[in-house]
């Protein structure tokens, strides 16, 4: 009997561990009950959770007011993802996620928090990621927002700020990301993200900044994700935009930018993608883009004019996508070789590329005549370019400038159509080749070439002539003084000759003298130190 009475007890007591260790009725647990989800009952505090191992709890769009009940140590021991969205939170404060050592994300958006202990995530040394996105929240001017040293990613999204204070992120070195979309932000502070040497996203979409110091993210030597959509920027009399030489893509569409300068995006090396839809650009030179550009967006904008160098098409070699679209062109075969380049550019993009909406009435069309206008009236006369498409103009080789800096230039501008002379003369053409210009000057250029040839190459045969005509009379000179040594053989006269005066007063000058020509001197005076009577040999 008390055997049997031991074993019913022990049973009895296993039925009793199961059942405190399990799930709660108004949640549902998961991965052998590591993850507990209790979002969407109306709950007004966090249920008692099983005593276990749990790492993920998931209470979003409750009524729960109180984040961490007391009983917490029990079960949050082990908890790395906390999930708070849409509760009832007022205050944050420092006993509240204190007893959770292990935690690495918390989601505490879309609640009413407007105040956060800086000292409320102090004993959460794990903690990585931080959402305090949709609450309405106010930054203590003079301190820190909050000391969380190990915090990589902060999200402050739609929070209300207006301000942010230059010591904001002092205690958040590591930050990675950082997220303040879509608040009340006028201004940066040059030195508000100096601290954060590793930050490489920075979401600024949404605010009220009107202008960024061009130094503000200098020391940002990773900052590689620039979000500045929707802010009234008026930087277009800035020569330089930013200096953050390691940043690769860049947004700054919907900013109200009527211009761009043509060295506005000079520091910014290593850009690979820019957007720049939905402005007020009216015109666009693309000298203003970096080389290794390879994403490139200016659609939506009321422009009507593109400057294009050819060289700027050799150089940008990386481009893959260029989105022109819903602009003010006409679509005219002025635009042709604009669409040719467009189409060229799908080359390794998969044959995914915004440039096939560009212009699609000129896909099918054979433009001989380029005042020509597809779809609808046609220009009279013809506009004066060349004929050579851009696609093989980029794979020649590049011609010679004229010293004008834009000699080849890809000019569109619309919405009018003119005919002949006049038509180069106004802002409707398309200047792709050099035009009676170019070639006026190429002339000009022609002649000065051969003119400096031509008296170059007459100097040089002057100087030939005259060497040989002085190298024929010494030699002449040279005989006759052998017949009068020989005929004489008196000392008397080799001495008169050999201290002829009119040789005496002669210096040594070489032949080529003022002639181009680098021979060795030779001496008329020669042996002047000879004994009398030794005759002088030449």
Not at 387 to 393: A, G, I, L, R
Request: net charge neutral; aromatic share 6%; with cysteine.
């Amino acid at each position: 009997m008390l055997t049997r009475a031991t074993v019913l007890i022990f049973i009895f007591s296993i039925c009793l561990t199961d059942g405190s260790n399990s799930c709660p009725s108004t949640c549902t647990c998961t991965a052998g009950e590591k993850e507990v989800d209790c979002s969407g009952k109306g709950l007004d505090r966090i249920p008692e959770l099983p005593v276990s191992n749990i790492m993920t709890s998931n209470v979003n769009v409750n009524n729960i007011a109180v984040p961490v009940p007391d009983n917490s140590s029990e079960w949050g021991s082990q908890l790395k993802f906390f999930y708070l969205h849409n509760n009832l939170i007022q205050r944050v404060v420092k006993s509240d996620f204190q007893r959770l050592p292990e935690l690495t994300h918390l989601h505490l958006g879309h609640n009413l928090i407007t105040d956060v202990d800086p000292h409320a995530f102090e004993a959460n040394a794990k903690l990585w990621k931080l959402f305090l996105n949709d609450n309405k929240l106010t930054f203590p001017k003079g301190t820190e927002f909050l000391i969380v040293p190990s915090l990589g990613w902060i999200e402050l999204k739609n929070c209300s700020i207006s301000d942010l204070p230059v010591n904001v992120f002092k205690n958040m070195s590591n930050l990675v990301f950082v997220r303040l979309s879509y608040n009340k932000i006028e201004q940066l502070d040059n030195g508000l993200f100096s601290h954060l040497r590793k930050l490489r996203y920075l979401h600024l979409e949404g605010n009220r900044i009107k202008r960024i110091d061009p130094k503000v993210f200098k020391p940002n030597h990773h900052l590689q994700w620039l979000y500045l959509r929707d802010n009234p920027l008026n930087q277009s009399s800035e020569s330089h935009f930013l200096h953050a030489p390691s940043l690769l893509s860049l947004d700054i569409s919907f900013c109200n930018i009527t211009e761009i300068p043509n060295k506005f995006f000079s520091n910014l090396h290593d850009l690979l993608t820019l957007k720049l839809n939905n402005n007020l650009l009216r015109s666009f030179n693309m000298k203003a883009v970096p080389q290794n550009l390879e994403n490139l967006d200016i659609s939506g904008n009321p422009m009507t004019t593109i400057t294009v160098p050819t060289e700027v098409i050799r150089q940008l070699t990386s481009l893959r996508h260029f989105d022109l679209t819903n602009n003010s062109f006409t679509c005219d075969c002025r635009l042709f070789d604009l669409r040719v380049w467009c189409e060229k550019l799908r080359t390794g993009s998969g044959g995914e590329s915004s440039c096939d909406e560009f212009c699609p009435s000129l896909k099918d069309v054979t433009c001989e005549e380029r005042g020509q206008v597809v779809g609808g009236e046609t220009a009279v006369g013809n506009v004066h370019t060349r004929m050579n498409t851009v696609s093989k103009e980029i794979d020649e080789e590049p011609e010679k400038s004229d010293g004008q800096g834009n000699d080849d230039v890809e000019r569109v501008d619309g919405p009018r159509v003119l005919s002949g002379k006049e038509a180069n003369k106004t802002s409707g053409k398309l200047e792709i080749g050099a035009g009676h210009e170019d070639e006026r000057s190429e002339r000009v250029w022609s002649i000065i070439t051969y003119s400096c040839i031509g008296v170059f190459g007459g100097m040089c045969l002057i100087g030939a002539v005259v060497l040989v005509t002085d190298m024929c009379l010494g030699h002449r000179k040279s005989r006759n003084k052998k017949a009068a040594r020989s005929a004489s053989s008196s000392p008397q006269n080799v001495r008169l000759e050999f201290m002829d005066p009119i040789e005496d007063r002669q210096e040594t000058t070489p032949l080529s003298l003022h002639r181009g020509f680098d021979f060795v001197s030779q001496p008329t005076n020669a042996h002047r130190n000879c004994q009398p009577g030794q005759l002088r040999h030449s």
